[in-house]
């Protein structure tokens, strides 16, 4: 056993809950093994949770299943988003305007982006209302709306959205990927944003490298 390793144990249980955090943000560069295991011992022991990103309103929508640097904390809930849209061909065949050009349709692809921004949009507000940090493993379908007299195209996203925590050695980073303080959240009774971290929280007295 490192023979800091009890000492750092001791003097991270003195620590705050925000103090704790921030410690837990920095790199094996600024604390010692000893101190960088002790802290995350003590994050881990008292059921805290680091937030991913300081923007507490920011939710990532992705389609892989996990999110490189977090851990799911918490699932959620699952997620999902639909908009139809109709298809207009025959009308603008009617009228002579064709902009079909290398069998691409301009106006179709807009509507089709146009389709997949709400999506987005709708799943990150539904993800937000519940207090999930990102809605993962997102799948998009489309397909016609059966028994309509008009050719109706229906676009559904579906995901499932997860409260985040941040991984031991992670920076937290916000969503312009700049490397920003941790915040802290309580596992229980709720997860609910507390104050910025303190600008100078106590480091490990004599075991750490920094200066």
């Known amino acids: 056993?490192?023979?800091?390793?009890?000492?750092?144990?001791?003097?991270?249980?003195?620590?705050?809950?925000?103090?704790?955090?921030?410690?837990?943000?920095?790199?094996?560069?600024?604390?010692?093994?000893?101190?960088?295991?002790?802290?995350?011992?003590?994050?881990?022991?008292?059921?805290?949770?680091?937030?991913?990103?300081?923007?507490?309103?920011?939710?990532?929508?992705?389609?892989?299943?996990?999110?490189?640097?977090?851990?799911?904390?918490?699932?959620?809930?699952?997620?999902?988003?639909?908009?139809?849209?109709?298809?207009?061909?025959?009308?603008?065949?009617?009228?002579?305007?064709?902009?079909?050009?290398d069998g691409r349709s301009a106006n179709a692809q807009q509507e089709l982006r146009e389709a997949r921004r709400t999506i987005l949009r709708e799943l990150r507000?539904?993800?937000?209302?519940?207090?999930?940090?990102?809605?993962?493993?997102?799948?998009?379908?489309?397909?016609?709306?059966?028994?309509?007299v008009k050719r109706l195209l229906m676009v559904t996203g579906v995901g499932t959205a997860v409260q985040l925590t941040r991984l031991p050695g992670a920076p937290i980073r916000d969503i312009a990927g700049d490397v920003v303080a941790a915040t802290v959240e309580r596992r229980t009774p709720a997860d609910v944003p507390t104050t910025r971290p303190h600008p100078h929280a106590p480091r490990f007295p004599g075991i750490t490298s920094h200066t």
Request: no cysteine; glycine share 8%; charged share 25%.
């Open 1 to 101: 056993m490192h023979p800091d390793l009890d000492q750092a144990r001791a003097f991270a249980r003195t620590l705050s809950e925000q103090e704790l955090v921030e410690e837990a943000s920095r790199s094996l560069d600024d604390l010692s093994h000893a101190g960088w295991q002790a802290v995350h011992e003590e994050v881990s022991r008292r059921g805290l949770r680091v937030r991913p990103w300081r923007n507490v309103n920011f939710v990532l929508v992705t389609t892989v299943n996990k999110v490189a640097g977090f851990g799911v904390h918490r699932t959620m809930d699952v997620v999902a988003a639909e908009y139809v849209l109709a298809l207009n061909i025959a009308r603008d065949l009617g009228t002579g305007v064709i902009d079909v050009v």
């Open 125 to 148: 507000e539904e993800a937000r209302e519940i207090g999930a940090d990102a809605v993962i493993d997102l799948r998009l379908s489309y397909g016609e709306v059966p028994g309509s």
